[in-house]
């Protein structure tokens, strides 16, 4: 199997768009899909930048509902006839960022929800050599989880990120089971949901997605124990981490100085045999 970023906040090589998101393309023996799509056009800019024809791409992960992971679903609807997309039905509930004292809305076109494509996935879905879990059972207090809410009924509400999905692929024949995880922003704790993983497929062997351990909004990072802390335990793990997008710069930096080489940079235009 093949993971090619195609949305990221940075990239290395001149010639491509970047915007703060997440968007990765999956080829694996049966299925050609996409983990995210970003907010806007990039996807489909730095796509054909790279031949990769989203035309052809038949499954689309939305793995949780804010804009800068599901933003680019509408038109990838237009623009292609026949993937099918794997959401939470919580994902269409309007989520917002506490920004300066004002919520502002971050969440997806609600109206989307009613799409003939949309497949509402349950706590573990299995799509072939696919599988999509929710059921983390864990969850985070950071300062940069604080500042997201949804809207209910009875108003403003902390997130819970009952809309997170994680993805797991496995490789098709590996005799070890082994496979590759895809988390969007990590809301629930990348540790969690790796734990999570591990009991549908313990041969997980490769983690990408980003651990947001910093507020887009502010630009503060989460304290430096902190971060220490989840280096020291990714660097006790097995698996390898390409990590980008809501990780920020700094506690990229910060993480490679204790994990080396464990952990790589996913920006836009880098593409990994796996
Ligand atoms: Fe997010
Ligand atoms: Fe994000």
């Known amino acids: 199997m093949r993971a090619v970023a195609l949305v990221e906040n940075t990239t290395k090589e001149a010639g491509f768009d970047t915007v703060h998101g997440l968007g990765v393309y999956i ?17 489909f800019n730095n796509a054909e930048r790279l031949g990769i024809g989203l035309t052809e791409v038949d499954a689309v992960v939305v793995s949780h509902g804010h804009y800068d992971h599901g933003g680019a679903l509408a038109k990838f609807l237009d623009i292609n006839s026949k993937a ?11 989520h917002f960022a506490r920004v300066g ?6 969440g997806l076109d609600a109206g989307l929800a009613e799409n003939e494509r949309i497949v509402f ?7 072939d050599e696919l599988f999509v879990f929710s059921d983390v059972g864990q969850s985070l207090d950071t300062q940069s989880r604080r500042a997201l809410l949804k809207q209910t009924p009875a108003g403003y509400e902390q997130d819970d990120f009952d809309h997170e999905q994680s993805l797991i692929v496995t490789a098709e024949g590996s005799p070890d089971g082994r496979a590759v995880l895809f988390s969007g922003c990590s809301h629930s704790g990348v540790s969690g949901i790796l734990s999570a993983a591990r009991k549908y497929r313990p041969g997980v062997s490769a983690v990408f997605g980003g651990f947001h351990l910093f507020n887009p909004n502010t630009g503060v990072y989460e304290p430096d124990e902190f971060i220490d802390g989840l280096a020291e335990e990714l660097a006790a793990d097995p698996a390898v981490f390409y990590t980008c997008h809501c990780t920020g710069d700094k506690a990229f930096e910060r993480m490679r100085g204790t994990m080396g080489e464990k952990l790589q940079y996913f920006s836009v235009g880098v593409s990994v045999e796996l």
Do not use: M
């Open 27 to 43: 080829e694996t023996p049966k299925h050609k899909l996409l983990f995210d799509l970003g907010p806007d056009d990039t996807i």
């Open 84 to 94: 099918k997309i794997y959401i939470r039905k919580q994902a269409f509930v309007p």
């Open 101 to 106: 004292g004002e919520n502002e809305f971050i």
């Open 121 to 127: 996935t349950d706590s573990a879905t299995e799509i």
